[in-house]
């Protein structure tokens, strides 16, 4: 009888718009008052339980790990998702910056397993200037490194169903966990 060959379980970052646009505060239009994004983030930890791992980020300006390592405890990720609006500075959206960190940070920690970053955002960054990436720039290294990056930007059903879609296209979904 021939081994079991292990495969690495699959990687997802979820990176989370926590900008002020996406509250209901003085002097912005709110995107995501009712936290659907965290609604999000949470139904596709629900989904794909067991089958992958999860790092848990927010981004503004600053791109910071809510998760110190990648997991697949429901409770860890799930109280990262929740106390994501805890002592925030909203000062931009620099959508592309976390993407390029994102993939970056796959690169240094590859084992060969798949990888995905899955961006929950309104989509409108505030990136400017000569010395900042672009949202296309920044998807398209992603893609170039092989890691698929997915916009999710209406927060709404159709979204959750377009992640789990690629997940079960990939073969993400029925990973022997």
Request: with cysteine; charged share 25%.
């Amino acid at each position: 009888m021939a081994p079991k060959i292990l495969t690495p379980r699959p990687k997802v970052a979820l990176l989370i718009d926590n900008s002020g646009s996406m509250y209901d505060i003085k002097g912005s239009d709110a995107n995501d008052p009712e936290m659907k994004r965290l609604d999000m983030a949470k139904q596709i930890v629900e989904d794909l339980s067991g089958s992958c791992d999860f790092q848990v980020s927010k981004f503004t300006a600053s791109h910071f790990n809510l998760t110190p390592e990648w997991t697949s405890d429901e409770a860890t990720l799930y109280a990262a998702i929740d106390g994501i609006n805890e002592n925030e500075n909203f000062n931009g959206t620099y959508i592309a910056s976390a993407v390029i960190d994102t993939t970056k940070r796959f690169e240094k920690e590859s084992g060969g397993e798949k990888r995905y970053i899955i961006l929950l955002t309104d989509g409108a960054t505030t990136e400017s200037g000569i010395f900042c990436y672009n949202v296309v720039d920044a998807s398209n290294y992603a893609r170039d490194k092989g890691i698929p990056c997915v916009e999710l930007g209406d927060l709404g059903e159709d979204d959750t169903m377009k992640a789990i879609g690629l997940f079960e296209h990939t073969g993400v979904a029925n990973h022997p966990g």
